[in-house]
């Protein structure tokens, strides 16, 4: 094998609101199987250590006991550096789009960098993932299952993703110079962090209101295509600079903030 391109520490599994403690534990064995160790629970709707998912972790408890809690996942992704929600279906407003496959070849260039992290978030059982949570991600990655019958147990779809980034792990240096993701390399500034575009978000939502551009009563999906521009631009940390400066350059000549 060659050297490993990144770290399989450098990729975090997100589960938001999951009700199943089973699924908890069979998430935390599939993790552990592929050499994944960092896991985050957003509002769980179960206990988290019970018999169930004890038994179902199978060896993999000390993964289940060191799983972080979050209420948001806006904290549970802040420092991630690209956010990718996994959806069993497609939705209103079509977002990029990826397979398994196409994420784990992203990876190398993805991770170049140490500091760089990867979240792969999954939904709820019942209902998988909110709009306003997907629209909180650069891709989505589909599993290409039977059109008629698409949705994995939520374990088993872990357990796919985290075998696509594995078989990427193992091959190393061979996809190092992959031309899926922009930052390699020899890219010169690292790319931004989720809680950067979160702030930029919100600030461009208060300039646009205030200068008469957005209107929260009639929002006609203005924020969620911008939010879907910028993370496919996939700015970096000195663009995200640059877009703040313009928009409190536009708050001082309009008596704003
Ligand atoms: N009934 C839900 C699916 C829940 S399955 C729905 O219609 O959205 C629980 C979670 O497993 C999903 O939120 C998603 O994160 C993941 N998942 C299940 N099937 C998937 C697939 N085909 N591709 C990608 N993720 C999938």
Redesign the pocket.
Known sequence: MSDPSFSLDQLRIVLIGTSHPGNIGATCRAMKNMGLSDLALVAPRCEVQTSDSISRASGADALLAGAVQHTTLEAAVADATLVV?????SRTLPWPMITPRQLGESLPAELAGRQARVAL?????????TNAELQHCHRH?????DAEF?????A???Q??AYECRLAWLAGAEHSRSDAAPFGIDWDNPPAEHADLERYFAHLERVLIAIGFHDPEKPRQLMARLRRLYLRARPDTLEVNILRGILSAIEKRTGGR
């Open positions: 929600g996994a959806s069993a279906r978030v999954f939904g709820r059982e019942d209902t998988g993932l990655v589909h599993i290409p299952t698409s949705s994995l147990n939520l088993a779809a872990v796919v993703v």
